[in-house]
Structure formats: C-alpha cells, structure tokens
C-alpha cells in the first residue's frame, strides 16, 4: 500500500467547477496527495506543460470537436492512462455543453460539442454538476485500492467501482431517463432522491412521482445516478458502514 | 433467523413509556420516541418525516417547499417535512399507507433548513436511496456525513395516493377525512372512523393498488436503517425493533438507559419473530419471481434489472 497511483486531470471544455469540487475536499486531498496520488499533470493545480503518462486521467469537460486541439488532448489522453475518468456531467454526459451552438466570442464557429465518451473509450464515471467532493474523494480512495490494494481491496473496489464503470455505456443523460428507464420500467418507488439530487432543482415530487420541468433540466444524469432503482448493487451498499469507515480511516 | 431480516445486533419488542405520546403513535411509538429523544439529546437537530394536511396548515415553512399548494393537499396525502420539536414530531405521527418521498429534502434539510444531524424515517428503499447517497453521492454534496440516525419501517408495499382514496372511499365506503387511523395487520387492511366505525378490507383487495415498483423490493425489515421497527412480530400497541448499526446501537442504548421504552423479550411475545421472517421470506420470494418474470417480459426482450 505504500507506493503512489500517478494522476493527470485533462482540462477540456468544463467550467472548472469539477476541479473547484476536488479541491473542496480541503484537506481531505492533501491527505490524497501524500500517501495516495502523485498529481503529474493538471492545469490549475499542478505545474506541468503537457500530458504525461499516468495511472488515471481525469477528464473534465465535453470535447469541442471543432477544436482540434481539444480533440487532439482526449486521444492523447486516452493513450497516455491507463485509467481514464469522465470527471463530471460535461464529461460523461455533455450537460449544459449539449446546449451550445456556437457564435460565442471569440471563437463563433466552435459549435458542437460531445461528451468524451463519443470519442474514446471512458472507464469510469463520476457524474454530477458539479460533481461532489465525497464522490470524487471516495473513487479516488477506490481507485488506489483497486490498482495498489490486497486482493480483498482490489474486490471491494472493484464491486463498488462496477456501476460507475457500466454507466460508461451511455453518452447522453436527461431528466427523461427518469420517465424511460426508471417509470415507464416499473421501477420507480417514489424515494424522491432524484428532486434532492437535481442541481437546479427541476424535480418536484408528485404524488410519489419526479415531475420534472424539462426547460430547466441541464441534462447533468444526477437524478438518474442517484435514483436506487437505476443501478444498485446489494453488496456494495449492504456494507455501506464497513465502506464509509474505511474511506474514513484511509482519509486519516 | 435467516438473511430475510438482514444484519442486527439485537432484536426487542418495545413500546415507548410516554403515554401521550402512544395516543398519536401507530403501533409502539417507536419513531416518534427515538425522534423525540434523539432531538433532547443533541443526537439530530431535525428529523424528516412524513407529515400531513393539518401539519402543513399548521407548520407550512416545515415542509417540502415544491409547486405543492398547500390549500390542495388531500387528507392522508403525506407531505415530507422536517420537524424540530416534540410537538411537531407528534402531529405528524402515524403511518399513512402511500407515498411520501421523504428523500427528496436529504439534501435541503442540510440547506435551508440548516441542519447537521439529521433523523430520517423511511421504508426500506428509502433507506437503500440513503446508504446510496452516503457512498455514492453524486447529486448530495456534505449530506452523507450529516445523517446521524436513518430509522427503518417494515413494509411490504407501498400505495399510491389514489390506491388509498379509492380503497378508503371505494371499498370501504368512508370519507377520507373522517378516517381516524388506519393499518394492515392480520390479513387486512382496516379503516378506523373518528366516530367509532370500523371497516375492514381483505388485504388481498388492495394487492391490484400498490404501487408497481415495489414489487421488486427484496427487502421486508428495512435492512439498511440505523434502527429498524414495525408492528409485526409484536402485540398490539407494541412495536418489533432491530438495532442494527454502530450508530443504532448506540442511540437505542442511550434511550433505553432514560427510560424511554419498555421492553419484551421477542422470544417472549406473540406471534414473535417467526411471524415476521414468514412475511419476509413471502415478501423476497415473491419478488424475486417478478424480477424473474421481468427476464423474459416481452419476446425476446426483457424489461430492466436495477440490480447489479
């Protein structure tokens, strides 16, 4: 358990606020930097020029496609780490970037963007907008012991990173998730995560029901995430005591 | 017993020993006790509950603030709300049968209403949305550390608003707002009126109302609460409790030391734990052969299984 996970954090066309949530974990990531992440590259934070060779990268940010330099950053990314995670709803999902169409100073033909998962393969997600601290603090945690940890570690983090893994499947995310793949399925069971989850608070309950007002919806995946019926894996969260403990104790 | 009661520590009957209290609560007064001591002690500083109308009329700041118009809220409709004090606790007691998503103030009860230890009681799914958001807390930033005692409540399914109405004012041929208290228990579903009458449905009945997704649920006793608690397995007036967690054990212990509950051995009481093991095995079987059914839904196409 001694030794380092390398990290890059790729900066694309994200407002920065993924980075601000990393950071919010006070001194919650400097206990990360010592004994768990040698941060190699990441602009705002660490001083290096270029994308270097790491474990993990980082993405935050949709990928402007009309931005060859952008383009040209993802695949870089992609061939220089091991692990890439899709920091994120911009990353994962495109989120508020799915609403641009250009015309912007001072570069008005940068009009479309995609999610980075339209581009490379993405192995992990962490989505929200932003993202939260507590989230990024324990995959971070999760992803060290998945690479460095016992094998029992390894199998811990590998169960808990699972479902974020599996969200890498879809690219796009909507507040109609809700309605397509958790209602219209029979699942819903009217908890009310997703109203509590929603950023911009879109989602009301209903009679036991999200009703969500689409023209507010940024299309982040929050609510679909959070949701216990979108993914919910029993033995992850059956240990939920254990788990929070030893996210705790690495943290000391 | 087996894997259908989950993991705990101890297993009790109970009831509170506040006699006033009792007159509010729907069986022990367990939630509203634990809530009510928990508050004295410092344990939380507010508590999301499932409240109701005359709460609402009463306390409206308290409550979810969404597009609800308060003036429009239906008898037995619950509203969730944060309650601070003992008496809020105690008007908004009572199980109401149908959807309340409580979840849905987790995160502003950590905003706007200021709070840093929060109590929440909640059917076993919304205790998996809580442990959920603890280790997974993609859209609930600085709430998993604030949730200092997540009580559990046995169910076995849940109800629509208008599955009730329709069963209350349908079936049983009651008007909603002269409905005093109502319960499942032996095989029914009972309406007691304010002056006195008594409807009981079979709950066989009510099976066609209950609300679609709970037919998956593998989880009877509320497995992930702090505290867990229902009627079944207990007396009468008396409430089956399973401390299940560090933090459980701990704020029972406390309770019990002032006094706050009396107690029977569950090996004592009848019909006691085989009962409610019987109802949880019944429960996961028949779920998981829905789940099952979900598999090979249409043809060649199956309908989607949350679980991982």
Redesign the interface.
Same mark, same amino acid.
Request: hydrophobic share 30%; proline share 10%; charged share 15%.
């Given at each position: 358990m001694a030794d380092k996970i390398t990290l890059g954090y790729t900066h694309l066309s994200g407002c920065t606020g993924c980075t601000v949530a990393l950071a919010d974990n006070y001194a919650g990531l400097l206990t990360l930097l010592d004994k768990y992440v040698d941060l190699k590259y990441m602009p705002t934070l660490a001083d290096a020029r270029h994308i270097q060779k790491v474990d993990v990268s980082f993405v935050e940010g949709s990928v402007c496609i009309d931005d060859k330099l952008a383009v040209a950053e993802i695949k870089e990314t992609r061939e220089k780490s091991a692990i890439v995670v899709a920091l994120g709803g911009c990353a994962c999902y495109g989120n508020i970037t799915r609403f641009s169409r250009g015309g912007q100073q001072n570069q008005p033909a940068h009009e479309s963007y995609l999610p980075i998962g339209d581009l490379i393969k993405v192995d992990v997600y962490?989505?929200?907008c932003? *993202? +939260? *601290?507590?989230?990024i603090r324990?995959v971070a945690v999760m992803a060290y012991l998945l690479l460095k940890g016992t094998k029992e570690q390894k199998d811990l983090a590998t169960a808990?990173l +699972? *479902?974020?893994m599996?969200a890498t499947e879809s690219t796009s995310a909507c507040y109609c998730d809700l309605m397509t793949?958790v209602i219209n399925?029979?699942?819903?069971?009217?908890?009310?995560?997703c109203?509590?989850?929603? *950023?911009v608070n879109a989602i +009301?309950? %209903?009679?036991?029901?999200p009703?969500g007002e689409r023209d507010l919806c940024i299309k982040c995946g929050?609510?679909y #995430?959070?949701?216990?019926?979108?993914?919910?894996?029993?033995d992850?969260? %059956?240990n939920? %005591?254990a788990? #929070?403990e030893a996210i705790m104790a690495a943290l000391q | 017993m087996g894997a259908e009661l /989950?993991?705990y520590k101890s297993c009790i009957s109970a009831r509170s020993t506040d006699k006033e209290l009792l007159k509010c609560a729907q069986d022990g007064g367990i939630v509203s006790s634990l809530f009510a001591f928990a508050l004295d002690e410092g344990i939380i500083d507010g508590a999301i509950v499932a409240a109701t109308k005359e709460f609402a009329a009463k306390y409206p700041a308290k409550c979810?603030q969404?597009?609800?118009n308060f003036d429009m809220i239906e008898p037995w409709?619950p509203i969730?709300a944060i309650v601070n004090t003992k008496a809020e606790l105690l008007a908004a007691a009572g199980t109401k049968y149908?959807?309340?998503?409580?979840?849905?103030?987790?995160?502003?009860a950590t905003r706007s209403f200021g709070l840093d230890k929060i109590g929440i009681v /909640?059917?076993p799914? !919304?205790m !998996?949305?809580v442990?959920?958001? !603890?280790? =997974?807390?993609? /859209?609930?930033?600085?709430v /998993?550390?604030s949730i200092a005692l997540a009580v559990g409540i046995f169910c076995m399914e849940?109800f629509? =608003?208008?599955s009730i109405l329709q069963l209350v004012e349908d079936h049983a041929a009651m008007k909603m707002e002269s409905v005093k208290k109502m319960e499942i228990g032996k095989g029914k579903f009972w309406v007691y009126g304010k002056r006195g009458q008594v409807v009981q449905l079979p709950l066989k009945v009510t099976h066609k109302y209950e609300?679609?997704?709970?037919?998956?649920?593998?989880d009877y006793v509320a497995?992930?609460g702090d505290i867990s608690t229902g009627s079944v397995g207990s007396p009468d007036g008396w409430s089956t409790v399973f401390v299940r967690?560090?933090i459980g054990d701990s704020v029972w212990a406390k309770a019990m030391a002032a006094g706050v509950f009396e107690t029977q051995p569950i090996e004592k009481v009848k019909p006691g734990l085989e009962l409610v093991s019987k109802l949880a095995n019944e429960k996961i079987t028949k779920n998981k052969a829905t789940l099952a059914a979900r598999a090979t839904f249409g043809v060649g196409k199956a309908?989607?299984n949350? =679980?991982?």
């Open positions: 962490i989505p929200g932003a *993202p +939260t *601290p507590q989230m324990n808990f +699972t *479902p974020l599996k793949k399925q029979g699942l819903c069971i009217g908890c009310g995560s109203a509590a989850a929603c *950023p +009301t309950m %209903e009679y036991g029901k009703q929050a609510c #995430n959070q949701c216990p019926r979108s993914w919910f894996s029993f992850v969260v %059956e939920y %005591e788990i #929070n | /989950g993991k979810i969404d597009s609800t409709r969730p149908n959807i309340s998503p409580n979840v849905a103030l987790l995160k502003e /909640g059917t799914c !919304q !998996q949305a442990r959920k958001a !603890q280790l =997974y807390p993609i /859209g609930m930033r600085d /998993g550390a849940n629509p =608003y208008q609300q679609p997704g709970c037919h998956v649920c593998l497995n992930l967690s560090k309908l989607r949350p =679980y991982i």
